[in-house]
């Protein structure tokens, strides 16, 4: 396993919950640190913390802040989402921490980042997907802008902290010392739409909502449609230039002409010399008005076996049922089927990359409440009676 035996000690809210399933997943031994009595029932908080292991541990006793500073001074890493100006993120001070533990790799992941004049501000995804533009750019041209159902700041946060995480631990390898790794939420969403912060530096284009149109292809400021109604939902396909486009849209006209589909302008048009940067709008709405049509009689799974065999770009725009039953998941051995609660299995999604033709393995079921309080802690040196010490103080739960 890529970073076995390290050890990682994972005291994160939701934001950074999915940091920690990553380095699990690496094979990393994650120890879920949760305070005792806590409700773990909740499906994205079960998704992002399988592969762990589980120690209720309360922060907010004395016993077991000092149990949990034993365990600093051993881990290889700390995650953590202490807001800033709390007592608690006063008690995990980088400087001291590391003090404690030079090696230690300590990340913060805060929805402003540990300093600033926002630092002690608190954001869920709907604020920190406004803040970093994400939603700016979501929704029709003309209406509101939107957010993405499910919550997205979360994951893109804690995917650059394992990102941050994996620099700091190679940069250990070289100088023997941890780092504190300062991650923002609001920064990490700037991240994921980097083209469009610098659009305008670059190009002079301030992007604008499209709602489900593509932008920035034709002089004469026509928008030409990505995504189609079809028969059972919905793909995506955009008419466009180049080479590729070229083959995409001579594939998508003989498969209409071969379904007996009504071609209208697309019948004429010489796709070899056909260049989107000067078509009008009405130009496009023209083009564009056939391809609807034909698309309203198409399944999704007809659409990508077309797609396939005449070489087209597109894909349809899959839903959780669909991803579901995917075969190309299937196949390549991406689910994880793990012991679920009171019998039976619960799927979760594997590991996220193949290594060596094999993939990262998801073997740990979702833990429950101080399942391995007491193995945890006599890893870390604790004896038995001050184990149970630290149950009689309720500072830590064990079964």
Request: hydrophobic residues 45%; glycine residues 10%; contains cysteine.
């Amino acid at each position: 396993m890529l970073l076995e035996p390290l050890r990682v000690l994972d005291c994160t809210g939701e934001l950074g919950w999915l940091a920690g399933r990553l380095l699990a997943d690496l094979g990393a031994d994650v120890i879920k640190i949760e305070p005792p009595g806590a409700n773990l029932s909740a499906p994205d908080w079960r998704a992002t913390n399988a592969n762990k292991r589980m120690l209720s541990l309360d922060l907010d006793n004395e016993d077991g802040r000092g149990a949990f500073l034993r365990l600093c001074a051993e881990a290889d890493f700390l995650l953590e989402t202490a807001q800033p100006g709390t007592e608690l993120c006063t008690f995990l001070d980088p400087g001291q921490l590391q003090a404690t533990n030079p090696r230690l790799i300590h990340v913060s992941i805060t929805p402003f980042g540990r300093t600033g004049p926002r630092a002690q501000w608190q954001a869920s995804d709907i604020e920190l997907m406004a803040a970093g533009g994400a939603m700016s750019l979501a929704g029709e041209p003309d209406g509101q802008p939107l957010r993405v159902t499910a919550p997205q700041s979360n994951p893109w946060a804690a995917s650059q902290a394992a990102v941050g995480a994996m620099v700091a631990l190679t940069a250990r390898a070289v100088s023997g010392l941890g780092q504190h790794v300062d991650v923002s939420a609001q920064a990490a969403v700037i991240a994921s739409i980097a083209h469009a912060p610098a659009s305008w530096d670059l190009i002079g284009v301030n992007p604008l909502r499209a709602g489900a149109f593509m932008t920035g292809r034709s002089v004469h400021g026509a928008v030409y449609r990505v995504f189609w109604p079809c028969q059972d939902g919905f793909v995506n396909f955009i008419i466009y230039g180049g080479v590729a486009g070229r083959r995409t849209n001579e594939g998508l006209v003989a498969w209409m002409r071969d379904a007996g589909a009504d071609l209208g302008v697309l019948a004429g048009i010489d796709w070899a010399t056909f260049d989107p940067t000067q078509a009008t709008q009405d130009d496009v709405d023209e083009m564009e008005k056939p391809v609807a049509a034909f698309f309203l009689t198409v399944p999704k799974a007809e659409f990508l076996r077309q797609a396939f065999e005449r070489e087209m770009l597109g894909y349809p725009v899959n839903n959780v049922a669909d991803i579901a039953q995917d075969p190309q998941l299937e196949e390549r051995g991406f689910w994880a089927d793990l012991p679920a609660p009171g019998g039976g299995v619960e799927r979760h999604c594997g590991g996220f990359a193949m290594v060596d033709g094999k993939r990262l393995p998801v073997t740990r079921p979702v833990p429950e409440p101080g399942e391995h309080s007491r193995e945890v802690l006599s890893e870390f040196g604790f004896g038995a009676d001050e184990i149970a010490e630290l149950i009689t103080a309720q500072a830590v739960e064990a079964p």
